[in-house]
């Protein structure tokens, strides 16, 4: 296909334009093709040139629904039509919805009346010129009793032809109505339930400060930025790991109705740059309708230990985290990992594990130390209590509360101390290679490209345009 190789063309001399960005781009040559794929998809009609020049440009008819302020947000609607057959698999995604249009309106006159304080049907239907007739026929339409229980603040239309009441429909939320349609003496129940239109939105950011601050700086909700952390949060100490200049890229899903953002959902794919290293995530559901996030090439996310055992928000100390380091001249070893963090902060069981230790330890203070599977056992120093559920023996699961971090031992002020140790040796906590959770199995390989690679590709061509944009900068001095 010519239009795929210009497309080609194009990206790689994007790709040799930009002079300094991190590893992954050197990863975009092998996915290429799949972008390519994606951009004719996208730009069916099309010229390559055109192309170029809208890359740094936010399309008209995309600003109307784009809704969070970043400079580098776009919204692109999901549904498009792939030409090539053996890539029609990856349309299928369940998550992926059209919406029906709403029927046409034209000839009925609806009229909108908010519930009131202390209203009732009756209420309602004598301010729209209704009488006791219409009051009774309704209700005994109304089955479920579903105009008894209308609230203050909820919204009844109607539409009134010629003194008849010829339709009223219950708004029950912003997804489902209920309609009464005239019939006779009586009426008819219609329950209309909509779908929301589901768009993916990009977001990318860079970090200056915290994962927090930068996520947010980019439009990213909180809810987004506790997700993007969990995604990654195996592979990264958010607590510790983040430097400056690390940058994020997520794609995930927005539900439209009429036009207007109501709400979101999923985090589709995303990429994290922490320090140089390029981490990046896809969501799969698998046949038996289990949701996790891979890498790319299938192999989990999920690791059976947490990289940190403090939640990153928690951490008082930001890029330079007092931690003794073995490098910069320390002279008694340091074999663990410092967590400055407010006494009282909860401290997390790594691993599922079961509880070996539990007690003053010398200068560790009030520690704990977990046995897990695989001979690793992990220790967490210097509390100030112990969750009282979890004593010598008791069984935890990853994630639980094991105690509180605080400066019982020697220690300057509140920390947690953790260690971890494979077969008795001690391990850097922040770098040990964890084991990790089972991969796609090969059987599925190639249901979980199908239903990914689009994923991944939209959410690279997207750091293509923005390496055009970086591009032309450079070019602009
Ligand atoms: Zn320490």
């Known amino acids: 296909m010519q239009f795929t190789n210009q497309v080609f063309t194009l990206s790689k001399q994007l790709f040799k334009k930009a002079k300094s960005f991190p590893k992954v781009h050197l990863a975009l040559a092998g996915t290429l093709t799949a972008v390519s794929v994606f951009v004719a998809a996208m730009l069916p009609s099309q010229d390559v040139e055109a192309t170029r020049n809208q890359v740094q440009l936010i399309k008209p008819a995309e600003t109307a629904a784009t809704v969070a302020p970043a400079a580098r947000v776009e919204t692109v609607e999901k549904v498009v039509k792939l030409p090539a057959v053996d890539t029609q698999e990856a349309l299928s995604t369940p998550d992926l919805v059209s919406v029906p249009d709403t029927p046409a309106e034209q ?3 609806w009229q909108e009346f908010k519930v009131r304080s202390g209203d009732n049907l009756t209420k309602i239907f004598k301010r729209a010129g209704l009488n006791a007739r219409d009051v009774y026929q309704v209700s005994q339409s109304d089955k479920e009793k579903l105009l008894t229980r209308i609230r203050p603040g909820q919204i009844l239309e109607l539409a009134i032809n010629a003194g008849e009441l010829e339709r009223l429909r219950l708004v029950k939320n912003k997804l489902e109505s209920v309609e009464f349609i005239h019939n006779g003496d009586s009426y008819d129940l219609n329950t209309i339930e909509r779908t929301p239109e589901i768009k993916t939105h ?9 994962l927090y601050l930068g996520a947010q700086r980019a439009g990213l909700s909180d809810k987004k930025i506790m997700e993007l952390a969990q995604i990654f949060g195996w592979d990264i100490d958010f607590a510790l790991d983040i430097r400056k200049g690390d940058q994020f890229r997520v794609l995930y899903e927005e539900k439209y109705l009429d036009g207007k953002k109501i709400g979101e959902g999923n985090i589709l794919a995303a990429e994290f740059t922490n320090n140089g290293d390029t981490f990046a995530a896809v969501r799969y559901t698998d046949s038996t309708g289990d949701t996790n996030y891979f890498t790319p090439d299938g192999r989990s996310m999920r690791k059976a230990f947490l990289r940190s055992p403090v939640d ?3 951490i008082s100390s930001g890029f330079k985290p007092q931690r003794h380091h073995p490098v910069l001249g320390i002279k008694r070893p340091h074999r663990g990992t410092d967590y ?15 509880v070996i230790w539990r007690g003053t330890k010398g200068g560790y203070g009030r520690t ?4 897990h599977g695989g001979n690793i056992t992990t220790l967490y120093a210097h509390m100030s209590k112990y969750n009282s559920k979890v004593t010598s023996g008791t069984r935890v699961k990853q994630g639980q509360t094991i105690g509180y971090v605080g400066m019982s031992g020697t220690a300057t002020g509140p920390h947690l101390h953790y260690e971890f140790r494979v077969n008795g040796v001690h391990k850097n906590p922040m770098t040990v290679k964890l084991p990790v959770a089972q ?4 059987k599925q390989l190639a249901r979980f490209k199908a239903q990914t690679s689009q994923l991944v590709a939209e959410l690279q061509m997207k750091a293509i345009e923005q390496l055009a944009e970086i591009g032309s900068d450079n070019n602009n001095g």
């Open 107 to 109: 000839a009925i006159n």
């Open 202 to 210: 990009f977001v990318s950011g860079d970090i200056q400060n915290s």
């Open 312 to 314: 990153f928000r928690r």
């Open 340 to 354: 400055a963090a407010k006494t009282g902060t909860p401290i997390k069981a790594s691993g599922d594990g079961k």
């Open 368 to 371: 704990v130390i977990l046995q």
């Open 439 to 442: 991969p796609i199995p090969k």
